[in-house]
T-cell receptor, first 114, second 113 residues
Framework: DAGVIQSPRHEVTEMGQEVTLRCKPI?????LFWYRQTMMRGLELLIY????????DSGMPEDRFSAKMPNASFSTLKIQPSEPRDSAVYFC????????????FGDGTRLSIL | RKEVEQDPGPFNVPEGATVAFNCTYS??????FFWYRQDCRKEPKLLMS???SGNEDGRFTAQLNRASQYISLLIRDSKLSDSATYLCVVKAFYGGATNKLIFGTGTLLAVQP
């Protein structure tokens, strides 16, 4: 079975450019999560969706970040304009709603802003 | 205070050793508990869920103490391939937001030959 699929795997771009990260959750999962991981701050939840609806975006750092989930099989995380401090690994994860359901992570996108 | 706290390590142990990781959580409403493993430059992967009665999966044993808000992971007969960062993870109830996981910062394990 296909797991969570993220693209691109790596992205290197100059500051000020728009960056779009993509995620396809596991088929049938109804919750999707975007995380950011850095050495300094560890794994941080940015935003999550239940049934395509954003539930908690309190972790989104600032207005430069936005996320959408237009349907159950696709989500995007956009950074515009990007800054060097946005450099990190961005993970997408999905799960079923349920008390003991774990989350399954994609391979991540390694983002470098020059 | 962080919601989930772990000793960051590193824990350097020889092959065959037994090693234990501890974790505390602050939200008494926490409902579900997990240990994840993360290899260098890889995504976190579920190692095992943690149940109230304690549970075992091969060389791995997880324990939960709700009264003390404490979770542990014991690895017996450690292998070189066990070298990774182990993340303590807690799911708490936040009103209608029942799927949110809180991750500890992880404990780094290095098993030496």
């Amino acid at each position: 079975d296909a797991g969570v699929i993220q693209s691109p795997r790596h992205e290197v771009t100059e500051m000020g450019q728009e960056v779009t990260l993509r995620c396809k959750p596991i088929s049938g999962h109804n919750s999707l999560f975007w995380y950011r991981q850095t050495m300094m701050r560890g794994l941080e939840l940015l935003i999550y969706f239940n049934n395509n609806v954003p539930i908690d975006d309190s972790g989104m750092p600032e207005d430069r970040f936005s996320a959408k989930m237009p349907n159950a099989s696709f989500s995007t995380l956009k950074i515009q304009p990007s800054e060097p401090r946005d450099s990190a690994v961005y993970f997408c994860a999905s799960t079923f709603t349920g008390r003991d359901q774990p989350q399954h992570f994609g391979d991540g996108t390694r983002l470098s802003i020059l | 205070r962080k919601e989930v706290e772990q000793d960051p390590g590193p824990f350097n142990v020889p092959e065959g050793a037994t090693v234990a990781f501890n974790c505390t959580y602050s939200n008494s409403a926490s409902q579900s508990f997990f240990w994840y493993r993360q290899d260098c430059r890889k995504e976190p992967k579920l190692l095992m869920s943690v149940y109230s009665s304690g549970n075992e999966d091969g060389r791995f044993t997880a324990q939960l103490n709700r009264a003390s808000q404490y979770i542990s992971l014991l690895i017996r007969d450690s292998k070189l391939s066990d070298s990774a960062t182990y993340l303590c993870v807690v799911k708490a109830f936040y009103g209608g937001a029942t799927n949110k996981l809180i991750f500890g910062t992880g404990t780094l394990l290095a098993v030496q030959p």
